[in-house]
């Protein structure tokens, strides 16, 4: 599945504006080590990292052979600028998904490519994906201080599900946040 977008207007290195289009596709094997470097610079911006976190961040050879690893790609110069983590079709990736739930992890986007949108570009891919698959709802954890990907999440119709933040880390209890996909589609059809 490659979902093509319009996003918003990148610059050149000449200074020119120009449309960027953006691609959603599957990480190819000899952008497992880029895609690494690129979620450390996303959660590193942000977040001081542990050792540990730091080395399953890098971890993409072995995710991209157990799951799927997603990537959103600048068409015009093949740049990779952000990238998400989700299960084969019938699994998990993490132990926050039901059954009929599609769960996804790790969403990052290179600092360098902030405020373009490509964080909901992901986040929309990861439903799509949901409603492809019939998945139920879509859901996954983030850390209490992800603030600004809470907000993201909220403004896609995600909500909080505290009665499944069950898991600690060093940062504090993970935060649940679904999104019923039933209940979506029904929200967008009211609307158009």
Known sequence: MSLPAQVAPRTDPGGSVAPAVVVVR??????????????????????????????????????????????????????????????????????????????????????????????????????????????TRVVMNSGPQMLGAHRLYHSLGFRRLPERETRVVEAGTLLAFGLDLDLDRNHHRTES
């Open 26 to 135: 599957l990480v190819r094997p000899g952008e497992h080590d880029a895609a690494g470097d690129l979620l450390e610079r996303a959660y590193g911006a942000d977040y001081v990292l542990s050792d540990t976190y730091r080395e399953s961040l890098h971890a993409v050879r072995e995710r991209a052979a157990e799951h799927e690893v997603w990537v959103a790609v600048d068409h015009f110069v093949d740049a990779l600028l952000g990238t998400v983590a989700t299960p084969r079709a019938g699994r998990t990736i993490s132990e926050l998904a039901l059954p009929g739930e599609l769960d996804f992890r790790l969403l990052g986007v290179d600092p360098a490519a902030r405020r373009r949108g490509i964080g909901r570009l992901l986040t929309e891919h990861v439903i799509a994906l949901g409603r492809e698959r019939g998945a």
